[in-house]
């Protein structure tokens, strides 16, 4: 498996913007496909965003238009930029690698966004 570390989560006001990064403990250039997760309290994790070995991405339609998922294989690393945050956005968000072979989570960073 590959360990995923994310950072980049805090507090911040309804319309503000935030970068999560990933960072991979090996390449992820051939790993199939990599995602942005997120689970309020209450509710089932959801996807927010994916992005495939060929960079095609998909979007959950709450978040299209406002997030981008990109991914830099040299730093192994990927990124979530999320703008025109909404407390509705409020959750922990998780990192995830899927190999087909694999399925590797992060331990999660908190993101508030105040009214």
């Known amino acids: 498996q590959v360990q995923l570390v994310e950072s980049g989560g805090a507090l911040v006001q309804a319309g503000g913007s935030l970068r999560l990064s990933c960072a991979a403990s090996?390449?992820?250039?051939?790993?199939?496909?990599m995602g942005w997760y997120r689970q309020a309290p209450g509710k089932q994790r959801e996807l927010v965003a994916s992005i495939s070995s060929t960079s095609v991405t998909n979007y959950a339609d709450a978040v299209k238009g406002r997030f981008t998922i990109s991914r830099d294989n040299a730093k192994n690393t990927v990124y979530l930029q999320m703008n025109s945050l909404k407390p509705a956005d409020t959750a922990v968000y998780y990192c995830?690698?899927?190999?087909?072979?694999?399925?590797?989570w992060g331990q999660g960073t908190q993101v508030t966004v105040s009214s």
């Open positions: 090996r390449t992820i250039s051939r790993i199939n496909v």
């Open positions: 995830n690698a899927y190999s087909g072979i694999y399925d590797s």
